[in-house]
């Protein structure tokens, strides 16, 4: 199986009651390296172009509004079949439906605030990390 990158974020829920570090641990303990990491506070236009595939569903205001609201860290994970792993350790984007032991199962506050992203498909993962960092920040 191949190494593969995929994009990840502590969302704002999770920066906000301190769980960057009890994340980044589910993320190591799965297998995943974190090959570039950073903490930026996001305006709401720079969370409404990352999430701009979700322009017209009805709670896409609100999700921007959260995502700028504090900080997030805006990372790279490495690992094998990393895109598909780090779904998993993630768990279900509702958290009443997140298997146990997920971050989502773990952390989540509801299917807004669910403490992560990650992404969903090779290509996606591509643009997302593009969108946060550049070929120098990914540093292994
Ligand atoms: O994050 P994930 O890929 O699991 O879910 P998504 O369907 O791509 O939705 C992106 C994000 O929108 C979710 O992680 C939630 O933060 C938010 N969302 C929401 O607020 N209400 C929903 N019914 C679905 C998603
Ligand atoms: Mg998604």
Same mark, same amino acid.
């Given at each position: 199986m191949a190494l593969e990158r995929t994009f990840s974020i502590i969302k704002p829920d999770a920066t906000r009651r301190n769980l960057t570090g009890a994340i980044v641990k589910k993320f190591e303990d799965a297998?995943? *390296? +974190?090959v570039a990491s950073k903490r930026i506070h996001l305006s709401k236009a720079q969370a409404g172009e990352f999430y701009? +595939?979700?322009?017209? *569903?009805?709670?896409y205001d609100e999700l921007c509004e959260f995502m700028a609201s504090a900080p997030i860290v805006a990372q790279v994970l490495e690992g094998e079949n990393a895109i598909a792993k780090n779904r998993e350790v993630m768990g279900a984007t509702n958290p009443a439906d997140a298997a146990a032991g997920t971050i989502r199962a773990e952390f989540a506050e509801s299917v807004g605030e669910n403490s992560v992203h990650g992404s969903d498909a090779p290509e996606t993962a591509e643009v997302e990390i593009a969108y946060f960092f550049s070929g120098l920040e990914l540093v292994g």
């Open positions: 297998g995943l *390296r +974190v701009k +595939v979700h322009a017209e *569903r009805p709670f």
